[in-house]
C-alpha cells in the first residue's frame, strides 16, 4: 500500500475522533471527515503545497437536542450606563449630572451604530468587488468577516430590545452548543467526551438533564 500523503486535519482541540473518513482525488485531494460527535468536516488537501484547508463544517449533533436553555447576554457599556443612571435617579437630584451621563451614553450608542454600519458597507462591498472562482473562498471571507465581529465582543452584548439570547443546546450525541439566537450561528462548543452517555427515562427515552 503506498502513502498518498501525510498531514494533520485542522481542530479547534474540542473535536471528537474521526469515525468515518471520505477521499476523493483529483487535483488536489477533498476529504469528508465524519466525527464519533456527528460533526461532518469537508477538507481540501494539496498535497504538493502542503496545504490543508477546512472548507466548511456541519454539525449533524443538533439533530438530535435533548436540552436547550436561553441565556440573557450581559449589557452593552452605553446600556449599563442608563441602568445606572435609572438607579441613582431616586438618590440623586442633580440635574446637570444626569444630562451629562445621558448625553455620554447616546454619544457612544452612535458612534457604535456608525462604526458598525460602516463595517457592514466595507465587508459587503469587498464581497461585491472580490473575483474568485471558488465560491467556497467566498464563503471564508464571509465567515472571516463574522469572526472578526465575534473577536470585537459584539456577538457577546445584549441588544435594545433583549431579543438576542445565547442558546445553550445539549445533544444526544455529547456536544454543547452555545448558539446566537440572532443568525444561528455556533458560538462556541463543548464535546463530553468518549464516556458520556444519555440517561433514560422510564418509557425508555433517551434524554439529557
Known amino acids: 500500500m503506498k502513502q498518498m500523503f501525510k498531514t494533520e486535519l485542522p481542530s479547534n482541540g474540542d473535536n471528537a ?3 468515518a473518513v471520505y477521499l476523493s482525488s483529483k487535483d488536489f485531494h477533498e476529504m469528508v471527515t465524519v466525527g464519533t460527535d456527528c460533526r461532518i468536516d469537508y477538507v481540501v488537501i494539496d498535497a504538493a503545497k502542503s496545504s490543508v484547508v477546512s472548507e466548511w463544517a456541519r454539525e449533524e449533533s443538533l439533530a438530535r437536542i435533548s436540552t436547550a436553555e436561553m441565556v440573557d447576554l450581559p449589557l452593552s457599556e452605553s446600556q449599563q450606563m442608563i441602568e445606572d443612571e435609572f438607579d441613582e435617579g431616586g438618590r440623586s437630584s442633580h440635574i446637570m449630572s444626569s444630562f451629562i451621563r445621558r448625553l455620554i451614553s447616546q454619544a457612544s450608542q452612535i458612534q457604535k451604530w456608525l462604526f458598525n454600519t460602516v463595517n457592514q458597507i466595507f465587508t459587503f462591498s469587498y464581497m461585491l468587488t472580490t473575483r ?3 465560491f467556497s473562498k467566498l464563503i471564508d471571507h464571509v465567515r472571516s468577516a463574522a469572526k472578526a465581529n465575534y473577536q470585537r465582543g459584539e456577538v457577546l452584548e445584549r441588544d435594545f430590545f433583549n431579543l438576542r439570547k445565547m442558546l445553550v443546546i ?7 452548543f452555545g448558539l446566537d439566537s440572532s443568525d444561528g450561528s455556533v458560538v462556541w462548543r463543548h464535546w463530553l467526551g468518549d464516556n458520556f452517555a444519555p440517561l433514560k427515562n422510564t418509557i425508555g427515552k433517551e434524554e439529557v438533564t
Open 17 to 19: 475522533p474521526v469515525d
Open 132 to 134: 474568485t472562482n471558488s
Open 170 to 176: 445539549v445533544s444526544l450525541d455529547g456536544v454543547i
